[in-house]
């Protein structure tokens, strides 16, 4: 199968590779899994004061697609809002990445693991300020 070149580049350097302590405040973690294939994508944000994801971890035990999607969206919300990443589609993802119809859910399970990690982190704000 031909990987377009921005896949292989964040399949053999992935960008953001690990793990942060997902009990911190000011971490969300988001987890999510393809039930189509199995994979499983987990991404964490570490948001400041102001709203802002100053970085941003991933793991995922999948394909080199699932794997670059996760590596790219790493790189593309830290710096941006929390607001502003919940705007990246999977379909900026496939697009950036030239992924192939049958990769596309790959690019799914970056968004979603984008929205988990966002949902996971407004959960523990609330309930520090109940
Ligand atoms: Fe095996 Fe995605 S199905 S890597
Ligand atoms: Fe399932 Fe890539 S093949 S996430």
Redesign the pocket.
Known sequence: MAYNEKVLDHYEKPRNVGSMDKDADDVGTGMVG?P????V?KLQIKVDDNGVIEDAKFKTF?????IASSSLVTEWIKGKTIDEALTIKNKDVAEELALPP??V??SV?AEDAIKAAVKDYREKQQKKGA
Do not use: F, N, Q, W
């Open positions: 393809a189509s294939c199995g994979d994508m999948g394909c080199g697609s699932a049958v990769k859910h790959c399970l």
